[in-house]
């Protein structure tokens, strides 16, 4: 009881401080909002904005993870995400692109990951829908680690035509890559047990997703005869 009390009150002010920040990002206080935003990675991480931008997904998950009961972590893992769209959005706001992507590769790889690991479907609501942070990340190609965990995400939700086109992103940025072609047809191959009704829901009837498959198979055997 003590624990969920502690991670309900951590919540909370997370929530309260994520309020402050979209109401001074609303009124264009860039400097408050990042003031914000500093404190409040100091409070989940213990390290500030500027640090964040230099640590890995994995010293930053250590960070979460230090000194925390295994309740918490799932918890501070998403505000970490959360913030980290935040902090995107303010690099963005003030031209500084680069910066604000690699914010958003970070809070979208840590909001993958979580919902893959934890095994769940739905998030507080103050938590960045997985198609915000790939909005935010605009229409330049993603790294091949990101387009590998949307894949994973979307087939695991059902989304079946948004796991293949970034299956064939990946497959346009390395066509000669056997090792991904090998990872598409495993994927085409899962979906043979899926029902009609699924694959449709999912945008992928069972004829394009048959064709998927036929394709990836003849680009296997060109790879494997040298005339790919």
């Known amino acids: 009881m003590l624990r969920r009390d502690y991670i309900l009150r951590m919540i909370e002010q997370f929530f309260q401080a994520l309020t402050r920040i979209k109401s001074l990002k609303q009124g264009e206080h860039w400097q408050q909002a990042a003031g914000t935003v500093d404190e409040e990675f100091n409070r989940l991480i213990g390290a500030g904005v500027q640090a964040v931008a230099q640590l890995s ?20 893992t998403l505000m970490l995400s959360t913030l ?11 031209d500084r692109m680069e910066e604000g992507r690699s914010y958003y590769l970070k809070g979208l790889h840590l909001l993958l ?14 938590v960045p829908k997985v198609e915000v942070f790939v909005t935010a990340l605009g229409s ?8 590998v965990l949307l894949m994973q995400h979307y087939e695991r939700t059902g989304e079946f035509a948004k796991a293949e086109d970034a299956l064939f992103a990946m497959l346009k940025a390395e066509p000669q890559n056997p090792g991904l072609v090998e990872f598409g ?10 029902s009609d009704a699924n694959l449709s829901v999912g945008n992928l009837p069972r004829p394009e997703f048959e064709a998927g498959l036929a394709e990836l198979r003849a680009r296997k055997t060109a790879l494997s005869s040298g005339t790919a």
């Open 185 to 194: 047809i495993s994927f085409y191959q899962r979906l043979e047990g899926q």
């Open 57 to 76: 997904e994995t010293e930053l998950l250590a960070r979460v993870i230090q000194g925390e009961p295994t309740l918490a972590v799932h918890d501070k």
């Open 84 to 94: 980290l769209k935040e902090a995107g959005d303010l690099a963005t706001a003030q």
């Open 140 to 147: 330049s190609p993603l790294p091949l680690q990101t387009e």
């Open 113 to 126: 990951n979580t919902l893959a690991r934890d095994h769940v479907a739905e998030c507080p609501e103050f």
